[in-house]
């Protein structure tokens, strides 16, 4: 389909032209053909549908680089806890109940969200993940699966399973799949789950596949505290040396770095994903980003999973990106509103292995972007269009949608999902395994 996005203002992202007004923007088969001055579009290019830009918008789309999008079912369960007490006590017990379609269904609703609030692509990494990737796929979001080749049993006590033929398995099912829009990394969830045999293995499987790991990595002081009681480093020097760095990897966290520890992530090109908004609410601390971002680390941002945020809109992660490491150092030029978009949009398309199609607007590249509505009070005058982008923008302002040139959202109505029946069965899935505990 040929689509025409008509007398646009862009903020594309991409430097050094960041901002371009009143223009056209030309899509055919999913790939951005042209951007030229309102009026200039080719004679020859024949559009199918037309969307008017007059007082919206364009940017690239958002891309959540840590997310865990099937547990939308615990929202606002288990609040105010400690990470370890909150994953161990709460959270596992209610996993090992749920079904495929659970996961099916929590991830559906999590992309009803997430598309509302600007997100394109997503890097999730859960359970049941065949029903993870068959809502993925329904839903034309782009997005990035993990599969873990350690199953763990939960209930009475945490037990490892062998699971590498599924996930090599998963890969071949999965990866590449609709339109390159699902890609399939290997979830290794922690340096604290997995052994260190598991880890070699993982990283050997990650070779054998030639793709990607997804890891959470040094999101407590407890963890950095363990890993240097159990092996004497940390949990960045464990995965370094077990081959896990090897692969391209997305580092979940990544909040109690060491000046090693950020030497090693640059040396392996590691990618952080920052998730402030869980880091806060857990009490985990305040990631080292504009170290991180000094030392050339590649920094992506994550809503995390809504038992740990509640929400999974990315506006308002990068609006706290820009803001807390102000903050904290009391300087207010560490992460400025350029790098906060960069975070939110180009390395997070990069981190989820989608950084030479998507995450700019830029001819050539895949048509994942969106419309904002700034014809409201907050977005007057729009003196400047990136500060107006990270600083007064919300989720809800979003009103168009589209990802590989398909539109999954239109004047804030979802084209893919069935909403209603997406927040129905997300009622019943609680009242199942957390009402009635
Ligand atoms: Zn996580």
Known sequence: MNILIEGIDILTSDRPVEFIKNADIGIADGIITFIVQHGQAPVSFRADKKISGSRRL????????????????????ADDLPLHKW????????????????????????????????TTAFADMYLHMDWAAKAAEETGMRVNL???PVDFHTEGG???????????????????????????????????LFDIESLEKAAALARELKTGIHIHLLET?????????????????????????????????????SERDIELLKDFNVTAAHNPTSNLKLGSGIAPVPGMLAAGINVALGTDGVAS????????EMHLAALIHKGAAQNPELVTAGQALAMATTNGAKALGFGNETGRIKVGMKADLLLLDVD???????????????????????????????????????K??????????????????????
């Open 221 to 257: 002081r407890k963890e950095r505290d363990d890993s240097f009681a159990r092996y004497g480093k940390s949990p960045v020097e464990i995965s370094a040396e077990s081959g896990i760095f090897d692969a391209p990897v997305i580092g979940a966290h990544l909040v109690h770095v």
């Open 309 to 316: 945020n509640n929400n999974l809109n990315m506006f308002e």
């Open 376 to 414: 409201k009070p907050h977005f007057y005058p729009l003196n400047n269009p990136l500060s107006a982008v990270v600083y007064s923008a919300q989720g809800s302002d979003v009103d168009t949608v589209l990802v590989d040139g398909n539109i999954l959202m239109e004047n804030r109505e979802l």
């Open 146 to 148: 993990s599969r873990s």
């Open 158 to 192: 945490l037990k490892a399973i062998d699971a590498f033929e599924e996930c090599r398995s998963y890969f071949k099912a999965w990866n590449g799949k609709a339109n390159g829009r699902l890609k399939v990394y290997i979830e290794v969830h922690s340096t604290y």
């Open 58 to 77: 364009a940017m690239p789309g958002m891309v959540n680089a840590h997310t865990h999008c099937g547990m939308t079912v615990m929202r606002n369960t």
């Open 87 to 118: 994953l161990f006590d709460r959270i596992f017990p209610i996993e090992a109940k749920m079904t495929d379609e659970d996961v099916y269904w929590g991830t559906m609703l999590g992309a009803a969200e997430m598309i509302r609030s600007g």
């Open 416 to 437: 893919t999902i069935d909403e209603e029946k997406a927040k129905f069965q997300a009622g019943a899935m609680a009242a199942r395994l957390i009402s009635n505990g």
